[in-house]
């Protein structure tokens, strides 16, 4: 069994924010793959259900970002799980938005949601860094993480939500690769390629060189005799 934990803020208030991507990751799966309805539990909601062959308890706390570690702890407790059965999704500042990465263990880089888990189970948990790019002012941060996506914003998030989904069964088995290649899939499709096939356009002709001044164009196969009568015609 695994513990999928997004985070966020509760309240529709908060529901579209940047800061509550790991929501939305989780409602995006627990929709795709038919997970059962949300209930409380845990200090948050909890939805059950299956990725491929695992049994996946995805978790929302809802003690509000600086506290979901509470949240998280106490469901790893009660499940009897280890911090390396936790995989947490999280807005991640320090990457483009549509940019994704996976890691497992490490600092918490200033993030008050995974503060709060590292307090609570410790650092060795598994993390979907998912980036919504920095407002460029540190001082900016906390009003940006806690605005609305643009709409300018909404297809490049929609194809990381989709991405996510599709590459579920695979990140739950542990095969962050492949995982990571479902989300590029949608947020960099291949080309199309319904020109292929096509025959190629008939090369156009090639305009004529102009000869160098003072020599023929052509051989002159005039006699002697016959360029001296034409040079004086």
Known sequence: MQIFVGLGNPGAKYAANRHNIGFMALDRIAEDHGFAPWRGKFQGSVSEGRLGSEKVVLLK???FMNLSGQSVGEA?????????????FHD???LAPGRLKVK????HAGHNGLRSIHQHI???YRRVRMGIGHPGNKNAVSAYVLR????????????VLR???DGAADLAKGDAGRFMNAVALRVNPPQNKAREG????APKAEKPAHPTPGTPAESDARSPLQKLVDKFR
Not at 76 to 88: G, I
């Open 122 to 124: 410790g650092e060795a």
């Open 61 to 63: 706390p809802e003690t």
């Open 163 to 165: 991405g996510v989904s």
């Open 92 to 94: 991640e500042l320090d």
């Open 198 to 201: 096509k025959p190629a356009p």
């Open 148 to 159: 609305d996506f643009a709409k300018a914003e909404q297809d490049w998030l929609d194809d």
């Open 76 to 88: 790893m407790r009660f499940y009897k799980l280890t911090p390396a059965d936790v995989t947490v």
């Open 104 to 107: 497992t263990g490490g600092g």
